[in-house]
């Protein structure tokens, strides 16, 4: 599945004259983009295709907001793809950080497989793709996480710092969730496919990368600048070994064969491992493809939902 950078965009025409606002994509390493609000309605406004009153999604304890209409909470699903955010749940920490518990709170009842679900989506997609083509940039699916987040949390300052905290994992999402369908050709370009972007039947899948990405972020970050206060984006081992005991609460494969004495691998193999280019510090980027790998090596459910193809999505969810 490609979690590198997507190709560059060529926008397929959009059956509104209007085109959608320019917005800044996220950038994966390094500084953040420049960080733009999108520009029209506000999200609060926004949010609501149909123009009523703001949704506010329950937040697992966590009060913001005011209800608008309850949306359905995870259920327990005869299988995982009918459940994407049963899988968000067991990567999470016993003890999540506030914010990954308020950012994955909101997203993964999204990600669910029912009717209730289905209708939140509905009502959200049009938020995401404004000029109505049926697919979604990386530019596109970053704006409307953050007026998402401002309208389902009821707090323009809140929604906007908690969608600049895990701004850098959105990239992984978007490029895994794109590359679940079929590839098909775009009428009215000159190469862009439907891989270059998010379709509405990817969307459901894309809301619980989201959260996926975020907790391995949430990770990174808490290891990233721990041995100081620069926190330049890069692990060192370092960094990797005096955060340890950090990590092991989340429930990583790549965490668990270390931690299993019946193997020989350490802190220091491991990180060796994560180190593609051997340059002796870890980026996200290598850090995700690690953890994600080892997910899929296990089979274990997370590791499932990160290799959906489009027969195992369950159908297009127009």
Same mark, same amino acid.
């Given at each position: 599945?490609?979690?590198?950078?997507s190709?560059?965009?060529?926008?397929?025409?959009?059956p509104a004259?209007?085109?959608?606002? %320019?917005?800044?994509?996220?950038?994966?390493?390094?500084?953040?983009?420049?960080?733009? *609000?999108?520009?029209?309605?506000?999200?609060?406004?926004?949010?609501?295709?149909?123009?009523?009153?703001?949704?506010?999604?329950?937040?697992g304890?966590?009060?913001?907001?005011s209800?608008?209409?309850?949306?359905?909470?995870? *259920?327990?699903?005869?299988?995982?793809?009918?459940?994407?955010?049963?899988?968000?749940?067991?990567?999470?920490p016993?003890?999540?950080?506030?914010d990954?518990?308020a950012?994955?709170a909101?997203?993964s009842?999204l990600?669910?497989?029912?009717? %209730?679900?289905?209708?939140? +989506?509905? %009502?959200q997609?049009?938020?995401?793709d404004?000029?109505?083509?049926?697919?979604?940039?990386?530019?596109?699916?970053?704006?409307w996480?953050?007026?998402?987040?401002?309208?389902?949390?009821?707090?323009?300052?809140?929604?906007? +710092?908690?969608?600049?905290?895990f701004?850098?994992?959105? !990239? +992984? *999402?978007?490029?895994?969730?794109?590359?679940?369908?079929?590839?098909?050709?775009? /009428?009215?370009?000159?190469?862009?496919?439907?891989?270059?972007?998010?379709?509405?039947?990817?969307?459901?899948?894309?809301?619980?990368?989201?959260?996926?990405?975020a907790?391995?972020?949430d990770?990174?970050?808490?290891?990233?600048?721990?041995?100081g206060?620069?926190?330049? +984006?890069?692990?060192?081992?370092?960094?990797?070994?005096?955060?340890? %005991?950090?990590?092991?609460?989340? /429930?990583?494969?790549?965490?668990?064969?270390? !931690?299993?004495?019946?193997?020989?691998?350490?802190?220091?193999?491991?990180?060796?491992?994560?180190?593609?280019?051997?340059?002796?510090?870890?980026l996200?980027?290598?850090?995700?493809?690690?953890?994600?790998?080892?997910?899929?090596?296990?089979?274990? /459910?997370?590791?499932?939902l990160l290799?959906?193809?489009?027969?195992?999505?369950g159908?297009?969810?127009?």
């Open positions: 599945m490609g979690c590198g950078a190709k560059e965009e060529e926008k397929p025409a959009a004259p209007a085109p959608a606002a %320019e917005e800044s994509a996220p950038a994966e390493e390094g500084a953040p983009a420049e960080e733009t *609000a999108p520009a029209g309605d506000s999200p609060v406004s926004a949010v609501s295709a149909a123009g009523e009153t703001p949704l506010v999604i329950p937040m304890g966590i009060a913001r907001g209800v608008h209409r309850s949306a359905p909470a995870p *259920a327990a699903a005869d299988t995982m793809t009918d459940s994407p955010a049963m899988v968000v749940s067991m990567i999470l016993a003890e999540p950080s506030a990954l518990a950012f994955t909101l997203l009842v990600a669910v497989k029912s009717d %209730e679900a289905k209708a939140l +989506r509905d %009502e997609w049009p938020v995401a404004p000029n109505g083509n049926g697919f979604c940039s990386l530019a596109e699916i970053d704006g996480i953050l007026k998402f987040l401002i309208a389902a949390g009821g707090d323009t300052e809140e929604g906007t +710092r908690l969608w600049r905290a701004r850098p994992s959105y !990239i +992984r *999402a978007f490029n895994d969730a794109k590359d679940i369908g079929k590839e098909i050709r775009i /009428p009215g370009t000159v190469s862009a496919t439907t891989e270059d972007y998010v379709t509405k039947g990817e969307f459901r899948c894309l809301c619980a990368y989201l959260c996926l990405y907790a391995m972020f990770a990174f970050a808490a290891i990233d600048g721990s041995t206060e620069f926190d330049d +984006r890069r692990m060192s081992l370092e960094e990797w070994e005096g955060s340890f %005991e950090t990590l092991k609460a989340y /429930p990583f494969e790549a965490v668990a064969k270390i !931690i299993n004495e019946t193997t020989e691998d350490t802190a220091a193999s491991v990180f060796a491992e994560m180190d593609a280019d051997g340059h002796g510090m870890v996200l980027a290598e850090f995700c493809t690690y953890i994600e790998q080892a997910e899929k090596k296990a089979g274990t /459910p997370t590791g499932l290799t959906l193809a489009e027969d195992e999505l159908g297009n969810d127009e």
